[in-house]
């Protein structure tokens, strides 16, 4: 009886091998880049925010303004962390009532880009209007929450930054925001400023890693 056992055990491990393997599907590659957005390759109009940023770098900036500051002989300025530009928002921002909420996104036409991660930036916040950056320094508060989905539910970290300035000063430097490393494979970070009736955040030097399954030209 074991022996008839062992030779049909034998038979039927034969037969197993004689059929055809399933082809194990070949893993993804991810190519990846290193971007850090200066907002340097076009021009803002000096202390206007009226030129939505789109897309930079493989980031569509949504929400978000090219402002140029001038130069630094201004009067009132926040300065930016690489000369001239920045990126700018706030309430009544006409990029941000035209396009909703100020974020990073990578869900854009034509992208191809799968996801980034947020490593850091430098940031300052200013007195704002509809149309125009004035320059004067304000303290507030820079809040970002990043997301693995586009639409914003699926919550993955969040943090927020002080900008901190003395009553009547004039001139301030921005401040760089060291990201959690919990801000990574993201679709979405949301950027958001206490006050922002009032005031306009200002973005600069925006460090980050994207990623694709295709090449990505730097």
Known sequence: MMN??????????????????KASTPAKTWYSLNQLARF??????????????????????QGMSLVQTGGLQNIAI????????????????????????PSM???????????????????????????SVLGVPQSCTISIKGYKDELARELVAEQSFSFTVAALQTNAQMVKASVSSKFKDLKRVNFFVSNDITTAALIDTVSYKVYSDKQISS
């Open 105 to 131: 996104t990578v869900t854009y036409a034509d992208s191809t880009i799968d996801r980034f991660d947020l490593h850091s930036f430098f940031y300052g916040c200013a007195l704002g209007t509809q149309v």
């Open 40 to 61: 340097e390759n076009a021009d803002g109009l000096p202390l206007v925010a009226a030129s939505p940023i789109n897309i930079y770098l493989d980031i569509f900036w």
């Open 78 to 101: 926040v300065k930016p962390n690489s000369p001239s530009n920045y990126a700018a928002y706030s309430a009544l921002d006409v990029a941000t009532v035209a396009q909703g909420q």
């Open 4 to 21: 008839k056992l062992l030779t049909t055990g034998t038979a039927l491990l034969a037969v197993a091998s004689a059929l055809p393997q």
